[in-house]
């Protein structure tokens, strides 16, 4: 948890084991990695569309249902026309 501690008050990107994508400013987590986001965005993937942006606002997940979380190149991720990526929804993680 040390590691992710020094993502507090910094823009991330979260992965679910469900194949969802958020993103958004990490406000907390507690020992078993569930965090609390605020700002958030799920970003919706589509080989046919650009990618869909759905407002969450503040958002909790739970430790068993974060894949990956990684910290966001915020001025990178601002550069990007969401609106001309294509890609493949992720699958979710079967156990």
């Known amino acids: 948890m ?3 501690q020094t993502y507090v ?10 194949g969802r994508l958020v993103v958004g400013m990490l406000r907390g987590l ?15 993937f589509s080989e046919d569309e ?10 909790m997940i739970r ?9 966001v190149d ?3 991720d601002n550069a990007l026309d969401l609106d001309s ?3 493949e929804p992720l699958s ?3 156990h």
């Open 2 to 4: 040390s590691q992710l």
């Open 30 to 44: 507690d020992q078993t990695t569930n965090i609390i986001m605020q700002g958030c965005q799920e970003r919706i």
């Open 50 to 59: 650009g990618v869909e942006v759905v407002d969450l606002g503040l958002y």
């Open 85 to 87: 990526l294509h890609g």
């Open 9 to 18: 008050d910094h823009k991330v990107s979260v992965i679910m084991n469900d």
């Open 92 to 94: 979710p993680i079967k």
């Open 63 to 71: 430790g068993d249902n974060i894949a990956v979380i990684g910290l």
């Open 74 to 76: 915020e001025e990178a």
